[in-house]
């Protein structure tokens, strides 16, 4: 009976990162998916006729440029369109927009505080001097503060001469970075409210928290690490929707040899004397490997998929304990004709960006509240984009893809399960936002998928719908993610590791965990890293 | 009827502002913006040859920046400077308030005069260089590279004063070179010979005033003049006109920055990082370090930084020096290490040049102390002079020497000699 060098448990686009580096490393790899498909999060699924949707991720700038060199995606058409920004439009007919360009940036923020606008540079200095601070941190393996071992300590040297190489104000800049409220850290810069709700929601996006709750910051910081064909911090779209990041990972794992199988479900880990040998499937089939890599969240991998018996109890504990928190769900639109926003000059770039309605943090936080009181948000937060605006391959000629991202959706409405009908009402507020500033809106509508937490969860297998696969609040990064201990990719049973975005760096479409897991399963099996290229110097 | 007219204004009402918005919205369309000269200069744009000046296009040359940096030494230049940030600083607490806010004693500042100035952030690095005007007792107007709104009304919290950026209202031009004073007299500003070097006055203009200064950037004599943007083109044709036979060219970056090096003169986030943009905390600095030090008044009270520069200079943990420096040969050293021993670094070339009036090859250049400030001795900087894809590597041998590299007495001779 074969038995594999390597099974990856789910065709998501870390498990793929994950075999593609393995089988360049000459493994013999076979990733087992559930679906029909690929792509996990990031995929485009025609659920029209001429229609692509990125049905779950829709823009790209987190997934590290080393990743794609090494996996050789561009050669299998992996391609990235960066946008020009965007706008939240306000309550009063009018609109805030983002641009690229320094200057018209300045010059429209100046149109609500002249102040604020010149506020900017202040505000981008200090981000940037985050980033740079953490972006190194993305590539490499989280030491065990606990260990001894001369990689660790090297390691936590490593962070302490980063920390300590940071004057004194940007060591307290960082540590009330990693642990302050978006909302409280944007009124360190600035006073208009539609400006800080601008900045505000790439601090909230995917995190079950609100503006002002503690640990946002960082939030933020973790979606302005990405960069788009070394245009650092921009977001793009890629072309053919984000299936065509896993399209491209798919292919580039099968040219090297690599086995996919889709259409199946793994039931359980199958163990033996506290080693992973292999996975059940639920049709009953059994497949072995030598080792086993789940790109499941850590939820699911070792509460359902791996017998309790097998773990220790404060393992799981911490498991249970990991907040993975449903916050978001989707609402992706096919339409027959671009939508019109009045208030938006019909020539303005922020149609090819990403548009909100949301232009106070008050509003912000209220959406939030009817999370913690289980219901979805009346007035949601709307991360909206047409991406067929800049990439003509997603719909017919004049017709369009409409993404919107929506906070809040809670696991459960009033503590049971989402219904048909629960989901409809969410829909409406969804739609009936948009409708708002855009009239005739509805009319356009050619075909809609209404994705909450029940949806995502039953398609895509992320528990509670939560698109990180676990909070990225401080104290589950780095090597508390996802718990203490375990923070290497590896897990309390021999032969199964983890390289989902429930560990170390975390969500987005980044690549880095897969990458990550890859680099240490090498290391234990004794074979060589250097098809892997390291981070990338950050002078 | 009555239907008619109470609609009437009721849609002129929302109209009207909608209307306003709906301009003010456009600037997406428009990245550069023109200055209120761009017309003219657009007009003598032979070369097309523009860079971005906080947002505005601007030129580096017009038609030739050889010549354009001969018309400032030889002639008159004329520059646009509107694309500089301009705050206007209003109230019976100004004085007090910029006497915390910059470097130099504010009290010292009549009305009527100019003084070149600097300020810094708490902890003692320096954000900005510029120019303070004091138009009257309680009215001043602060100019400079970059944009400093927050910090300057953050300082102003609890003082009797108002601060507005009023970059876009105010048209800037600097008249610099050795006709310039015969070219303002040939205008008709009658009494501008009373002015003496960073004086200021008011003249008569198109039924509104200009203010004239006797300041500049370049080391020559020279003017600036500030001019609402309504009266900006006038203002332009009647130098021009005047200044015909006195050989005024409108001219470009290049050759400006040319003068303002032989001058000795720095520019922000050219020879140095100014604090709020430094993205690497080694790259600030406090003003000892830049040759600002002079400007630092440590009797007049407090002043934002005078803490952390006291401290620094007490400690002696001032880490670098700005130095002007000589160096053999005749190639620019742009850009080119400065070596101790010709193998220990020690610092950077931040601009560099010819110098077609001191006749000699200068820089201005950041050391590392001891270098520049107590040791001084052997030198060196690598020149790599890039010559048809190949770099000639020069090892030149370079001499801290004092700034400005040239003193044009006619730049402070009153009055100004009619050339």
């Not at chain 1, 809670?410 to 009239?439: L, N």
């Not at chain 1, 099996?525 to 892997?532: C, F, N």
């Not at chain 2, 744009?45 to 030129?59: F, K, L, M, Q």
């Not at chain 2, 400032?72 to 019976?92: V, W």
């Amino acid at each position: 009976m074969k038995a594999w060098d390597a099974i990856v448990i789910g065709g998501g686009h870390n498990g793929l990162v994950n075999a593609c580096y393995l089988q360049r490393a000459g493994l013999d790899v076979l990733v087992v998916e559930k679906n029909d498909w690929v792509g996990g999060a990031a995929t485009s699924r025609e659920l029209t006729p001429g229609f692509l949707y990125s049905n779950c991720s829709y823009v790209c700038s987190l997934f590290r440029p080393e990743i794609m060199r090494d996996l050789e995606l561009p050669r299998f058409g992996l391609q990235v369109i960066s946008y020009e920004g965007g706008a939240v439009f306000t309550r009063d007919g009018d609109y805030l927009a983002n641009y690229r360009d320094h200057d018209a940036h300045r010059r429209e923020f100046a149109r609500f505080s002249k102040r604020d606008a010149e506020a900017y540079d202040r505000y981008a200095r200090d981000v940037t001097r985050q980033c740079r601070f953490i972006q190194p941190l993305l590539m490499r393996t989280a030491p065990d503060p606990t260990s001894f071992r001369p990689r660790d300590l090297g390691e936590l040297l490593y962070l302490g001469k980063k920390f300590a190489g940071l004057s004194a104000e940007e060591m307290a800049l960082t540590l009330r970075f990693w642990t302050m409220s978006i909302s409280d850290f944007l009124d360190e810069y600035f006073e208009t409210d539609v400006i800080k709700a601008n900045f505000a929601l790439s601090g909230i996006i995917g995190t079950a928290l609100g503006p002002m709750s503690p640990g946002t910051a960082y939030v933020l910081l973790h979606h302005y690490m990405g960069e788009v064909d070394g245009s650092v911090g921009a977001w793009g779209y890629a072309r053919g929707g984000m299936g065509a990041v896993t399209k491209a990972l798919a292919a580039s794992f099968k040219a090297s040899g690599g086995t996919i199988r889709t259409g199946a479900e793994v039931d359980h880990v199958l163990v033996s004397r506290g080693k992973a040998k292999g996975v059940a499937l639920a049709g009953g089939e059994d497949i072995y490997g030598k080792l086993v890599v789940s790109n499941a969240d850590v939820k699911r991998t070792f509460l359902k998929l791996v017998e309790e018996k097998e773990l220790p109890d404060i393992f799981l504990r911490r498991v249970r304990n990991f907040k993975i928190r449903g916050s978001s769900g989707k609402v992706n639109i096919a339409l027959d004709s671009l939508p019109e926003f009045p208030a938006l000059p019909k020539d303005s770039p922020a149609y090819r960006g990403d548009m909100h309605f949301t232009d106070s943090m008050e509003r912000m936080e209220r959406a939030y509240d009817d999370w913690k009181a289980g219901r979805w948000s009346a007035d949601p937060f709307l991360d909206m984009v047409i991406p067929t605006t800049l990439d003509p391959t997603m719909a017919p000629p004049g017709k369009h893809f409409m993404s919107c991202f929506v906070q809040y959706a809670p696991p459960k409405i009033a503590g049971a399960d989402w219904t048909d009908a629960d989901r409809d009402g969410f829909a409406e507020s969804v739609i009936s936002q948009i409708a708002e500033y855009s009239p005739g809106f509805r009319d356009r509508i050619v075909h809609m998928e209404v994705r909450t937490p029940r949806e995502i969860e039953a398609e895509v297998g992320l528990t509670e719908g939560n698109i990180f696969q676990g909070e990225l609040t401080f104290d589950q990064l780095l090597f508390n993610r996802p718990v203490p201990g375990y923070a290497q990719y590896r897990s309390p049973l021999s032969g199964l590791y983890m390289c989902g975005s429930s560990t170390h760096p975390g969500g987005g479409v980044m690549g880095a965990p897969g990458r990550n897991a890859a680099a240490e399963i090498l290391r234990d099996l004794a074979k060589s890293t250097s098809h892997m290229s390291p981070a990338h110097d950050v002078i | 009827m009555a239907k008619a007219t109470r609609k009437k204004p009721a849609v002129t009402e929302i109209d009207a502002p909608a209307d306003a918005r709906t301009a003010a919205q456009s600037h997406f369309r428009t990245l550069r913006l023109g200055t209120p000269f761009q017309p003219r200069i657009d007009a003598l744009a032979r070369t097309d040859d523009w860079y971005n000046w906080a947002g505005y296009r601007a030129p580096h040359s017009l038609w030739d920046e050889e010549l354009e940096y001969f018309a400032i030494r030889s002639q008159a230049a004329l520059f646009d400077i509107s694309p500089m940030t301009k705050y206007r600083i209003e109230g019976s607490d100004a004085e007090a308030f910029l006497n915390r806010v910059t470097l130099r004693d504010v009290a010292k500042l009549k009305p009527g005069r100019v003084h070149y100035t600097a300020w810094c952030d708490d902890a003692g690095f320096v954000l900005d260089d510029g120019t303070l005007f004091r138009l009257s007792p309680t009215r001043f107007r602060l100019c400079s590279q970059e944009r400093h709104l927050p910090w300057l009304l953050d300082s102003a919290i609890g003082s009797e004063v108002t601060v507005e950026e009023e970059t876009e209202a105010v048209g800037g031009l600097a008249l610099q070179g050795p006709t310039s004073f015969a070219v303002l007299v040939d205008a008709g500003f009658a009494g501008v010979d009373k002015l003496k070097i960073f004086d200021l006055a008011e003249f008569p203009h198109d039924g509104g005033t200009v203010t004239i200064s006797r300041t500049g950037f370049t080391g020559d004599l020279g003017y600036e003049l500030f001019v609402p943007a309504e009266k900006a083109l006038s203002l332009w044709d009647r130098l021009m006109i005047a200044g015909e036979l006195r050989g005024i060219r409108a001219i470009g970056y290049t050759a400006l920055n040319r003068a303002r090096l032989e001058a000795g003169l720095i520019v922000a986030n050219a020879d140095f990082t100014t604090a709020e943009h430094a993205i690497r905390t080694d790259r600030l600095r406090m003003p000892d370090e830049i040759g600002l030090g002079f400007m630092i008044d440590l009797e007049k009270g407090h002043f934002n930084g005078r803490r952390a520069i006291l401290e620094a200079r007490t400690k002696r943990k001032l880490r670098h020096v700005l130095v002007g420096l000589e160096i053999e040969g005749n190639i620019p050293a742009e850009h080119a290490i400065v070596y101790y021993k010709k193998s220990q670094e020690v610092g950077l070339v931040s601009a560099a040049m010819w110098s077609p009036m001191a006749k000699r090859n200068i820089a201005l250049a950041s050391l590392k102390r001891p270098f520049g400030d107590t040791m001084v001795e052997d030198l060196w900087v690598e020149i790599y002079a890039m010559r048809e894809l190949q770099y000639q590597k020069l090892m030149k041998r370079a001499k801290v020497v004092q700034r400005p590299f040239i003193k044009l007495d006619r730049r402070t001779a009153n009055p100004p000699a009619d050339f």
